[in-house]
């Protein structure tokens, strides 16, 4: 029976499949815990792990960037583990163990325990993050006019999670101590992973989400079940993992990820080569969204790392929240937004100006420059301490959450319908690999903005004068990178030819 397979008469809550809102929920607190974490991350290395070192900005920045493509990247393999073997349930559930396991052994004050946890969230998101996505589609069947509403449904759990974390677990941490805002991040993750299992109890999934083969399932490998072998490995593959992280000063994870993108460069050139003319011109296509993405989430997931020390040494936050809840701002205007810029296209289509998706990718690119000019004009309000006002944080939030808004939506769809049907999982995967490029660039430009220092009290106006620096050359690529793709909009509109 098939993962697809209906219940003959199936539970529904507010007009929509109860399984829904069990989803929702598991995916609220994983994101909870994830937001959480990633808010304190930062700080936390700077101000803990390497804070003996007067290279401390530059070896949390090559761990974040690390950490962040391992975790972006499992999901590919994760995703064909799922497809292959394990299922979506078996999968959320090993991956959401992991997790929780990687939070809690965050709380242990030790270096050796860091690096472990961070590399059971890495393992752990790859088994959860692809699969409850799909796990959401699957409750389902094709052409439902309810599919959109519910994943709107969905991605709100999202950002509520996003948009609430940071300030519970930077408040904690700020309180309490680190490892107290840690130990919340887990706690959301076992919360989540109890919403889910409930679901399997209360057999609101149907038969939905179980392994695509039971024989494969069962299959045994040097006699043991492919079942238990799975989570044997992925846990024996967590000091792997913790060693790569560890080992920052060797750049090995940046050199594995340039032999991959070698390699995935190379196939889709000999693809393009097998392809006919209008094949490759919507592979072209796809292959430069992919790109312009990576570069937008290069761009703002800074938030996470420079972005949050700024606001740490540089940004007078007026004791209405700390370094960790700034966070807490893009997720925030995502759930203010996303309802009204969703109604904008809306409208615009039904007066047939609704522009093209290579528009609204340049429109995205050029949000997110303006949003690093607002904060490179900051130290022109600056006080003797070096401290800005808040306000320009909070405007460059607002104003690259609408370039999000612009792109994020529309990229995965058009990916799918601009890569040819042979190559489509593949180009899938190239996607989601792409979310892992964007933290090489993270880690490229903080190690740019360094600040050397061995006080955890690091701030005035020399490091202001880097940050500004710094936002000032961000904007400027930014910029020119989307004003690159607004006067080539036509073109690219011809290449991808009937696909909006």
């Known amino acids: 029976m098939s993962d697809s397979t209906q219940l003959p008469k199936e539970p529904t809550t507010l007009g929509h499949p109860t399984g829904l809102f069990y989803l929702f929920f598991a995916e609220l607190w994983e994101r909870f815990s994830f937001y959480g974490m990633r808010a304190l991350l930062m700080l936390y290395m700077v101000n803990e792990i390497f804070k003996a070192l007067v290279e401390k900005d530059v070896a949390a920045a090559a761990v974040y960037a690390s950490y962040g493509s391992l975790v972006y990247a499992s999901t590919v393999i994760g995703g064909q583990i799922s497809d292959k073997i394990l299922g979506m349930r078996s999968s959320i559930f090993l991956g959401g163990v992991l997790m929780a396991l990687g939070h809690f052994v965050l709380a242990i004050e030790n270096d050796i325990a860091f690096f472990l946890a961070?590399?059971?969230?890495?393992?752990?998101?790859?088994?959860?993050?692809?699969?409850?996505?799909t796990f959401v589609g699957s409750l389902y069947e094709e052409g439902d006019v309810r599919k959109d509403s519910g994943f709107t449904i969905f991605y709100m759990g999202i950002n509520i999670g996003g948009f609430v974390a940071p300030l519970l677990c930077g408040w904690l941490a700020a309180e309490y101590g680190w490892h107290y805002g840690f130990g919340l991040a887990g706690i959301g993750m076992l919360t989540g992973l109890i919403f889910f299992w409930s679901g399997i109890k209360k057999n609101v999934f149907g038969n939905r989400g179980l392994p695509p083969n039971q024989e494969v399932y069962e299959r045994k490998i040097i006699g043991v079940p492919q079942k238990t072998l799975i989570p044997i490995i992925s846990f024996l593959s967590v000091p792997i993992i913790a060693l790569l992280l560890s080992s920052w000063q060797y750049n090995y994870v940046s050199n594995i990820f340039g032999v991959i993108g070698i390699s995935v460069a190379a196939y889709i050139i000999y693809i393009m080569f097998k392809s006919t003319l209008e094949e490759r011109k919507k592979l072209f296509m796809a292959v430069l969204i992919t790109f312009f993405m990576t570069m937008f989430w290069g761009f703002h997931e800074l938030s996470g790392s420079v972005i949050t020390l700024f606001a740490s040494r540089n940004v007078d936050l007026g004791g209405i929240i700390n370094a960790s809840q700034t966070n807490a701002l893009n997720s925030m205007f995502i759930i203010i937004l996303a309802i009204p810029i969703s109604l904008l296209w809306t409208y615009l289509s039904k007066k047939k100006l609704n522009p093209r998706t290579p528009y609204k990718f340049g429109l995205g690119l050029v949000l997110a420059g303006a949003s690093f000019y607002i904060l490179s004009k900051s130290g022109a309000s600056a006080d003797e301490n070096g401290m800005v006002p808040f306000a320009y944080l909070f405007?460059?939030?607002?104003?690259?959450?609408?370039?999000e808004?612009?792109?994020?939506?529309?990229?995965?769809?058009?990916?799918t319908d601009l890569s040819p049907a042979k190559v489509v999982t593949f180009m899938m995967g190239v996607w989601f690999l792409s979310s892992a490029y964007a933290f090489q660039i993270v880690g490229f430009i903080s190690k740019q903005l360094a600040i050397e220092s061995t006080d955890v009290n690091v701030g005035g106006l020399e490091t202001l004068n880097v940050y500004i620096d710094g936002f000032g050359l961000i904007a400027q690529y930014a910029l020119g990178a989307g004003l690159i793709v607004l006067l080539f909009s036509p073109l690219m509109k011809k290449l991808?030819?009937?696909i909006h």
């Open 395 to 403: 405007v460059m939030y607002l104003i690259i959450s609408i370039g």
């Open 405 to 415: 808004l612009f792109m994020s939506p529309v990229g995965l769809s058009k990916i």
């Open 118 to 133: 961070l590399a059971l969230i890495v393992v752990g998101n790859g088994f959860f993050k692809p699969n409850i996505s």
């Open 496 to 498: 991808m030819g009937n």
